[in-house]
């Protein structure tokens, strides 16, 4: 069966988007070929994608978030039913219930390969409900001040083990497995 992995690039002080929500702060930096090979590593291990529904208008525009770009099932939360959406050969289906039953049924789409959580608001409620495995970071040298937290917000305190850090050119690669969480 597979497993749930956080999986997100951040600033230093943990952010994932700006106040804006963009991300362009991510690029331009010096990359290594190390640390393109640890991501791809990671990115051909997940099997299917769960994130929030706010990537709706993303993805009737035409534009393809990180789970198209994998080539895997894209699984996102809402409020309303929807129709599930193709593009590119790519499946968003739309998920009504509560994120557990998001986990479960891109499980069963991901087979043996990971499942990847996408987004702070869906992480948070995947780490609330000890439903997340592993947490992947990939740390962008730069402090934005404000924008979207990945971590912001929790309600209780999670132990984590070291998996493997590695640092190359400009980023950080931090895996942790989570190990309990406290009240």
């Not at 040298?141 to 400009?170: D, Q, Y």
């Amino acid at each position: 069966m597979s497993k749930v992995l956080v999986h997100a690039t951040v600033s230093l002080d943990g952010f994932i988007a700006d106040t804006d929500g963009g991300v362009e702060w991510m690029n331009g930096f010096p990359v290594d070929p190390a640390d393109e090979a640890i991501v791809a590593r990671i990115v051909e291990d997940i099997g299917a994608v769960v994130g929030g529904a706010n990537k709706t208008q993303t993805i009737e525009d035409g534009e393809i978030p990180y789970g198209g770009v994998l080539g895997v099932p894209v699984f996102l939360l809402t409020h309303s039913t929807h129709e599930p959406i193709e593009r590119n050969g790519i499946i968003y289906h739309f998920v009504v219930e509560d994120v557990a039953a998001a986990l479960a049924t891109a499980k069963g789409a991901a087979g043996e390969k990971w499942v990847s959580v996408l987004g702070g608001s869906v992480s948070r409620q995947c780490l609330e409900k000890g439903l997340v495995d592993e947490i992947a970071l990939h740390v962008v040298p730069i402090l934005l001040g404000a924008g979207v937290s990945l971590f912001a917000g929790l309600s209780k305190s999670m132990r984590l083990e070291r998996v493997h850090t590695s640092a190359f050119a400009s980023e950080v690669h931090l895996r942790y497995r989570v190990s309990s969480t406290t009240a």
